[in-house]
């Protein structure tokens, strides 16, 4: 994989954020969340992204937030400042800090989670991409509850970036980890923008949601937290995986 080619698609997305298109009175955008992936992924067998919904804080209380400062390093052409940021941060997501060793317990759901996926399908939890739905998160929350002008520019940009990576990683399976509520449309979004659009195979509303698209089967489910049933079905989908993948194999 050539990370230079991932970088330069970053870029060109990003380059997009500009004054006036994002001139935002109140910007409590986090800090932009963009994928990198560790060595173990390029040989990992099944190739699994797990998507969720939007981060908390990303780069925030580090002060390498807001939309603003990205029209400005954009404007000073110093944007590839923001990408190494974020590349950089991402790469340690599975620690506590950059050099500390890999999580084996969190208090995050979705990260206890993932964690269980790799180790379900007995995977490194670095041979797996963590992935997000919206690139930002408001205040430390989902932008969903943004304007409407304002949520239309973000997602924009943010499924954008998730196509990117799709189309870059390459995964054989996608979890929407996401939850439902007003993300379904978003998903049928990506896929009719930035591919070939999606196929259904089959749905249970508000429970799982399971189709191909990007030449690759796809689930969304509700979020890990989600309790009163949801976690049988996360559990299917990691039986799924096991059966259609048989570990060497891909349906």
Known sequence: MNIEILK????????KVNSEDFEFIEDKYSGVFLPYYFEEYEEANPKIMIVGRE????NTNNNKNTLKRIIDKNANNSLNDII??????Y???LRNSPDGKI????????????????????????????????????NKKSPLERSDVELQK????????LATQIKFFKPNYIIFATGYSRVDPLIK??????????????????????????NTKCFRIAHPRAQHGHAAYRKEVIEIIKKSSNF????
């Open 103 to 138: 999580k084996t317990k969190h208090s995050s759901k979705f990260q206890h989670y993932y964690n269980k996926v790799s180790k379900e399908l007995n995977i490194s939890p670095k041979s797996m991409i963590y992935a997000n739905l919206f690139a930002w998160d408001y």
């Open 154 to 161: 973000i997602t924009d940009i943010s499924l954008e970036l």
């Open 55 to 58: 981060t908390s804080g990303w």
């Open 8 to 15: 330069e698609s970053y870029h060109k997305t990003l380059s």
């Open 189 to 214: 979004k990506l896929f009719e923008i930035h591919f070939d659009g999606h196929e259904t195979i089959r749905v249970n509303p508000k429970k799982i949601w399971e189709f191909k698209a990007a």
């Open 84 to 89: 190494e940021e974020s590349l950089s941060r």
């Open 91 to 93: 790469s340690w997501h």
């Open 248 to 251: 060497g194999g891909h349906a």
